[in-house]
């Protein structure tokens, strides 16, 4: 039987300790953006290159997209967006699940797709993120 010591201890507290900041940092960040239900917007892109720009409204919408890369299937409802088929050998997206507050993303690498919410409204000026993309 392996008992743990004080160093082991401390280990663990450090990591919830960084886990726990990392989040509340996220969750600061995105507290302070407000919005109303109807607001937000899904920016597709495939292959970096912006495909469509979509509403994300209460009625059920189905965006199909089809391209050399593959073909998905988007679903627009409840003020959200979730991706319901991809041809993907490998479906991750489609377990990315619903998505419905600014700067959540769905994204299908085989398919080089990315679906990103978005606030149309907030500032540009308020924007801290990097604008680079590996």
Request: charged share 25%.
């Amino acid at each position: 039987m392996h008992t743990m010591k004080r160093g082991d201890f401390m280990i663990i507290v450090l990591v919830l300790l960084l886990a726990g900041s990392i989040y509340g940092v996220k969750w600061m960040n995105t507290r302070g953006e407000h919005y109303a239900q109807g607001d937000l917007k899904a920016v597709i892109t495939v292959n970096g290159k912006t495909y469509k720009t979509i509403a994300l409204t209460k009625e059920e919408q189905t965006i199909e997209i089809k391209t050399k890369f593959g073909h998905n299937t988007l679903k627009v409802y409840d003020y959200g967006i979730q991706m319901t088929y991809s041809d993907a050998p490998l479906p991750i997206a489609m377990e990315m699940g619903f998505i419905s507050r600014p700067k959540q993303q769905i994204i299908c690498i085989p398919a080089r797709l990315m679906v990103e919410v978005i606030n149309p409204h907030k500032s540009v000026d308020d924007d801290e993120e990097l604008d680079a993309v590996i």
